[in-house]
């Protein structure tokens, strides 16, 4: 059993940057693929950024590619998503998410979810 707790959301200008932190319980989560979404009022959850137990393969929405970063710290149990260069289409509610798979892109393909974080950015 894995619980996500996601943090860091907030209001920022267009161009801000914000860093969003997926604190995870569990012992063995270090072992989990991790994927950040976002769904916007209106739309699909959307797969956003990834990340495989090892922190060695990262995968992004072609949406985000080149400003936002995944990255992971097992010892602290903690998946983060820095944004930079935010854009207005980039506000929604941000989730992190858990699954056993090696890979995840569909929101089907996850077990585990946090309670999601409010991302706003105003132009």
């Known amino acids: 059993q894995v619980q996500l707790v996601e943090s860091g959301g907030g209001l920022v200008q267009a161009g801000g940057s914000l860093r969003l932190s997926c604190a995870a319980s569990g012992r063995t989560f270090s072992r989990y693929f991790v994927g950040w979404f976002r769904q916007a009022p209106g739309k699909e959850r959307e797969f956003v950024a990834g990340?495989?137990?090892?922190?060695?393969?990262?995968y992004y929405a072609n949406s985000v590619k080149g400003r936002f970063t995944i990255s992971r710290d097992n010892a602290k149990n903690t998946v983060y998503l820095q944004m930079n260069s935010l854009k207005p289409e980039d506000t929604a509610v941000y989730y992190c998410?858990?699954?056993?798979?090696?890979?995840?892109?569909?929101?089907?393909?996850?077990?585990?979810w946090g309670q999601g974080t409010q991302v706003t950015v105003s132009s």
């Open positions: 998410a858990a699954t056993n798979r090696v890979y995840g892109n569909s929101p089907r393909m996850y077990d585990y």
């Open positions: 990340i495989n137990w090892s922190d060695i393969d990262t």
